[in-house]
């Protein structure tokens, strides 16, 4: 098992176990359109996102993707340095942070009454494909962060985005700014958005716009 900090591996161990159970229980298999969250391997960028966006009560995802089948072949459609790229299911696994051998993700799946914009969602976030990463965390620049992907991609029919925005945290549970983040921006010659309107993946997924689901593997 990767190192994980002490609260991370007792909120996903409590968590999870119910997940872990539906994933060798039989239940639904995969569809395109599904969203991934998961909790990825010990970064420095990882590490920052979990510190201003985890909770106690919530697991501390660090990146979202969006399922997609092809010819029977699960891919995750997903913005993540260098680019927005589709990644097989089992790679983009591979990159999770474990616990007792299982990756730290979780599966959720569009409510009945907005399942019918996936469609529409996929052909957009196919189009997005080879843009670059928004490493500034900007709606304006043509590039995508992994959950700033899934807002611009799932919009209803007047073309508006079924997720709300939040306002962005990049402070710890102290209030106080990570050397990390300072320096990234610095970095990248940017400001940091505090407070501006944008996404992460952890208020993302306690959207009531979505629901958790059972998935059957080999």
Not at 143 to 169: D, Q
């Amino acid at each position: 098992m990767i190192k994980m900090t002490h609260n991370i591996y007792l909120i996903a161990t409590k968590s999870i176990l119910f997940l872990f159970a539906a994933f060798a229980a039989v239940g639904q298999q995969f569809q395109t359109g599904d969203l991934l969250f998961q909790v990825g391997s010990s970064s420095g960028m990882n590490d920052a996102i979990a510190t201003a966006t985890g909770q106690e009560t919530h697991i501390p995802y660090t990146h979202v993707g969006i399922i997609y089948v092809e010819n029977d072949t699960v891919f995750v459609i997903e913005a993540t340095s260098p680019e927005v790229t589709k990644t097989l299911l089992d790679a983009f696994l591979l990159r999770s942070a474990h616990v007792d051998g299982k990756p730290v993700v979780t599966v959720r799946r569009l409510i009945e009454e907005y399942r019918e914009i996936i469609p529409q969602a996929i052909v957009r976030a196919k189009s997005l494909l080879g843009k670059p990463y928004d490493y500034i965390f900007s709606p304006d620049n043509d590039a995508y962060y992994c959950s700033e992907l899934v807002l611009v991609s799932f919009l209803n029919r007047h073309g508006e985005p079924i997720f709300e925005t939040i306002s962005m945290n990049f402070r710890d549970a102290d209030g106080n700014l990570p050397a990390f983040w300072i320096e990234h921006f610095e970095k990248h010659n940017a400001e940091i958005p505090e407070n501006r309107p944008g996404s992460n993946p952890v208020d993302l997924s306690k959207s009531d716009k979505i629901e958790i689901v059972k998935i059957q593997t080999k």
